[in-house]
């Protein structure tokens, strides 16, 4: 595996636990436990993944696709549709 630079983490760290907060109330705390412990996450920290061709509100998405459906590959980004 070949993680992404710590800069490039943080960025999208910062920009999806706003998002999560956002939507669905949750302490900055709470988001980040949430989001740190997801697939996605691990996807996104592996660069073998290409997650960063996304931007931050379709990683949110497919954090939450992960949320709704146990899979975050069952989200339209990653799907392709």
């Known amino acids: 595996m070949k993680r992404l630079d710590p800069e490039v983490i943080e960025y999208y760290d910062d920009e999806v636990l706003t998002l999560i907060s956002e939507k669905y109330g949750l302490t900055p705390m709470d988001a980040l436990r949430s989001f740190v412990n997801s697939k996605t996450h691990a996807m996104l920290e592996d660069a073998d993944y290409g997650m960063t061709d996304f931007g931050a509100a379709a990683i949110f998405e497919i954090w939450e ?6 899979d975050p590959r069952n989200s339209i980004y990653i799907r392709g549709e």
């Not at 696709?65 to 146990?70: H, N, S």
């Open 65 to 70: 696709a992960e949320k709704i459906t146990g």
